[in-house]
């Protein structure tokens, strides 16, 4: 009897063992039933989940072997809609759950925290929302959590930073908030894999992002990351870095240690560190990143210097992006070493020099972007070369010589942007061999000859425009067929005959600009020529129609109809009235000038300048400055553009002028226009700018135009010679040079407050707004904001401007919104003062949370003023010449020497207190003009009495 007991005992252990099995299997069954009863499947995936069958069978199901329990549950891609129902928490043995790529929607069940086996989670691209709960920071065991590309929101569970088993995180392209704890690196050894772009996280990058050192890959972009960027030491196997599209800021010295803290990522394929607030200079140490690298980008920053060498080392690099930085210096001809390189994209920034000859080599390249620079010289005809080239842009630059003729044997460019330069010569016909093409921007050149017919074949093109050039001849009469042109610009050339018929059928058009031309003849009246808002065809003056509306709206001449004897009547009517008019113009232009002639020597001697005609026009001011060359442009502000102008007078001579052209998009130009001409129409002073004239006119696009036409002043502005000023050029401004400069400057402001009635306040003096002419005597320039100080307040003000002034040199009183006065004038010199012998700017980095130029120098004493605060390139000439005398043995001259750098020490030392005299807070308390003027003539008179 006895024998039996065990066997009784198995028995009935394996009877509850599988009962147990069974009922588990069951409850997964149950489980994935009700998880279909509850999901829209459109493709029938799940038509094979019966009851009649084993749930280890159906699609996108794996059990365990011995006991049937769910472990993978694989659904993805699959069009699956509705809402994540909770019984899947019930697959307690769940391994893997993969729903990505269908369309759910609602929250993620809490209870999901309940599969405590699940080591992968994968939901992306679906269209999940809510907030993401924080109970999924219990899955200890969950390595892979995919959840990216849905509309989850709200902060991010700090709990499932805790997940120390993480290998791959990725929330990409969700609504999240949150910042990164900061030992964000401690909690996640393992993490391998880290995706939080396209967010809305905040706050600071942690360093101790590094100490999660098996990092592959990290993608932080397109979210509001602030604070300074991030150190990655020690990663070593990291391949992708991105960070762009932050609030990211950094500094020479912080770029030289972000790069150098990359020194052991050996294998980095990707660094993008765009659209961030990043500035300083990029280091050499650059060049010490990994040789693997393909992808670097930097663009839409705010980094200085030049493009470091060291590039050629990147053989593997795919594309190179440096755009919308301040860039400056030469192109490194080393680029032309990157055999593999597909994008180069550099355009807005300030390099300069000759383009070099770099594209033999770049073969795979298709977009080139260098565009908004400052280059110069050709296009080489290597270019050729680049047979992959869909985009290329080279506009607003200062090119010269022809367009090489290997450009339009690129059959595979979409995209050619040439404007701007000064190219010269024809189009060449082969542009019709490429087919691709459909945008052309070749406007704002010197391109001549006729627009070959050729350009007919180019069938894709969209945009075409070819403005401001020099072609003549007649417009092809088959453009028409070009369907697919959205916009057609041929205005401001010189060409001429008919308007084709066939523009008419341009269905897609949106701009048709043939102004300023010399066409005639008919207007079509059909296809486009039906709406007068998509068409410009004003200064064509032989131009006419048969339509009233275009009679009437263009201004344009109706066409001649009826009998041979009308049509003759009316020019045979016009020539006999031009022949009067010109015999009785000759007449009087022979007495002018027989009665002018002996006056001309005396009228040219009184006033140089008056030989220039006082109603000078829009067409004077283009041709004296190039059509607004860019070599031409010699300063930029608020309200406009300054620039370099060569006018004729009536003798034949010619005279450079400096012009003021106003940017008439700006709200506030116009006011400043009147503001400066009412301002400067009686003032008469040595150490102000003369305004010679104005124009106030239309353009050639009939649209509004102003400018003032002003002496120019050779040697340029204070503040390029106070900053960028240097020793080897003979730009830099010596003592006595600077002291006579300020001078210079308080004699004109001296002038404008008591010599003037009624006084005048100029509301922005700035180094920018101080010209300095051939002998570098100083005249203050630039009256936009000036006021007039009426003493009867019923009197009105001839500026009626928003008062600003320019950051930094606006006195602390404007702010509490005080009127226009003598004092605000004293508190800018006073800060100009500061900058012009101390070398520092009142907006540089230094000066923040409080302190500025002024406090941060009447902090010191004299002596330190001296020593710390003063520029020190005001008295190295002393010193080095001190050195040198003593190195000499020459007692006396070395006493001499020691004398003037105690003597320039005390200079400086006195021209400091004026400023600092000039600086005061309370507006009364400072000195005005007369007496700041005073003391620095006295101290120039010891200095040369010394």
């Known amino acids: 009897m006895m024998s039996y007991v065990p066997l009784l005992l198995l028995s009935c252990f394996l009877f509850y063992h599988f009962h147990a099995i069974s009922c588990n299997s069951n409850t997964d069954r149950e489980a994935l039933l009700s998880f279909k009863s509850q999901v829209t499947d459109p493709k029938n995936a799940l038509s094979g989940w019966s009851i009649h069958s084993n749930h280890c069978t159906w699609y996108g199901v794996t059990c365990s072997k011995l006991e049937n329990r769910v472990q993978s549950l694989n659904l993805t891609g699959l069009s699956l809609s509705g809402i994540l129902p909770p019984h899947l928490s019930n697959l307690t043995f769940l391994h893997s759950l993969d729903l990505s790529n269908n369309t759910f929607h609602g929250r993620i069940p809490a209870s999901f925290a309940n599969l405590s086996s699940l080591q992968n989670l994968s939901l992306a691209r679906n269209r999940l929302e809510g907030e993401i709960p924080t109970q999924l920071g219990n899955l200890r065991h969950l390595s892979f959590l995919q959840i990216s590309v849905n509309n989850f929101s709200g902060n991010f569970p700090s709990s499932i930073f805790n997940i120390s088993s993480l290998v791959f995180l990725s929330v990409t392209e969700n609504k999240l908030t949150g910042k990164l704890p900061n030992n964000f690196g401690n909690f996640l050894p393992n993490l391998m894999i880290l995706y939080l772009a396209t967010n809305m996280f905040e706050g600071v990058i942690p360093n101790s992002i590094s100490n999660a050192s098996h990092l592959q890959e990290i993608d932080l972009a397109n979210n509001e990351f602030t604070g300074p960027i991030p150190l990655f030491c020690n990663l070593k196997n990291l391949t992708h870095l991105i960070l762009g599209n932050n609030s990211i800021s950094s500094t020479t010295s912080l770029n030289f240690q972000f790069f150098n803290s990359l020194r052991d990522s050996t294998q980095l394929q990707i660094l993008m560190i765009n659209d961030n607030l990043l500035a300083g200079e990029l280091p050499k140490s650059f060049a010490n990143l990994s040789s693997n690298l393909q992808h670097f980008c930097v663009a839409n920053n705010n980094l200085t210097g030049t493009i470091p060498q060291g590039m050629k080392k990147f053989q593997n690099l795919i594309s190179l992006s440096f755009e919308n930085n301040y ?14 390189l597909q994008q180069l994209v550099i355009h807005h920034n300030r390099l300069s020099g000759d383009i070099p000859d770099i594209f033999g080599n770049l073969t795979s390249l298709f977009n080139l972007a260098m565009g908004n620079n400052q280059l110069s010289g050709r296009i080489h005809p290597s270019i050729g070369q680049c047979k992959k080239l869909n985009y290329l842009d080279v506009s607003k630059n200062r090119l010269g010589g022809t367009v090489p003729d290997e450009i339009f044997q690129l059959s595979s460019l979409i995209m050619l942007y040439l404007a701007g330069n000064s190219l010269q010569g024809p189009l060449p016909p082969m542009v019709g061999t490429m087919k691709q093409l459909e945008d052309v921007d070749i406007s704002d050149n010197q391109l001549s000859g006729n627009i070959p017919v050729e350009i007919e074949e180019c069938l894709n093109l969209k945009w075409l425009t070819m403005e401001r050039n020099r072609f003549n001849g007649s417009i092809p009469t088959k453009i028409g067929n070009l369907a697919s042109l959205e916009t057609l610009d041929l205005s401001l050339n010189s060409l001429t005959g008919d308007i084709p018929e066939s523009l008419g059928k341009l269905e ?27 068409f410009d065809l004003r200064g064509n003056n032989q131009l006419c129609s048969l339509s009233k509306e275009i009679v009437q709206n263009l201004g344009v001449l109706p066409c001649v109809v009826g009998k041979k004897k009308r049509r003759i009547l009316l020019p045979t009517i016009l020539a006999i009235v031009g022949a009067a008019a010109l015999f009785i113009s000759l007449l009087f232009l022979f007495w002018t000038m027989k009665k002018k002639r002996k006056e001309r020597k005396t009228l040219v001697s009184s006033d140089p300048f008056r030989g220039l005609s006082q109603n000078i026009t829009y067409g004077d001011i283009r041709i004296a400055t190039n059509n607004f060359a860019a070599e031409n442009l010699i300063g930029k502000g608020g309200f406009g553009s300054v620039y370099k102008g060569v006018f004729s007078f009536s003798t034949g001579e010619t005279v450079t002028l400096a012009v003021k052209v106003l940017d008439l998009q700006e709200s506030k130009a116009c006011k400043s226009f009147n503001a400066e001409c009412e301002a400067l129409k009686n003032v008469r002073h040595r150490n102000l700018v003369k305004v010679i004239t104005s124009c106030s006119s239309l353009d050639y696009k009939g649209e509004e135009f102003k400018a003032l036409v002003m002496q120019f002043k050779p040697n340029g502005n ?5 900053h960028q000023g240097d020793e080897e050029s003979g730009s830099l401004l010596t003592l006595m040079q600077r002291l006579n400069i300020a001078i210079d400057v308080a004699s004109a402001l001296e002038y404008l407050h008591h010599d003037c009635d009624p006084p005048i306040a100029h509301c922005d003096l700035k180094p920018a707004n101080v010209l300095l002419d051939e002998n570098m005597t100083a005249h203050v320039v630039d009256f936009g904001l000036a006021r007039f100080l009426y003493q009867n307040p019923s009197e009105k003000q001839s500026s009626t401007l928003g008062l600003k002034g ?8 404007y702010g509490f919104g005080s009127k226009a006065s003598t004092e605000g004038d004293v508190y800018s010199f006073g800060i100009l003062l500061l900058e012009m012998f101390t070398g520092k700017r009142p907006t540089d980095e230094m000066f923040k949370e409080g302190l500025s130029l002024n406090k941060f120098v009447s902090s010191m004493d004299e002596n330190e003023v001296v020593k710390v605060a003063a520029d020190r390139r005001l008295i190295e000439d002393y010193e080095y010449s001190t050195q040198s005398s003593n190195s000499d043995d020459h007692s006396s001259g070395f006493d001499s020497n020691t004398r003037w750098l105690h003597k320039a020490e005390e200079c400086i030392a006195d021209v400091i207190r004026v400023g600092l005299s000039c600086t005061v807070d309370q507006p009364k308390e400072r000195w005005n003009m007369r007496k700041a003027l005073s003391k620095l003539q006295a101290t120039k008179n010891s200095m040369l009495s010394f």
């Open 327 to 340: 860039f400056t210096g030469e192109l490194p001809s080393e680029i032309g070493a990157l055999n593999n």
């Open 508 to 534: 897609y058009i949106q701009n048709l600009n043939l102004s300023f031309n010399h066409l005639e003849g008919k207007i079509p009246t059909k296809g486009v020529f039906t709406n007068l808002t998509k």
């Open 718 to 722: 204070l503040d390029f010679k106070i």
């Open 806 to 813: 320019s950051i930094g040199y606006i006195a602390p009183e």
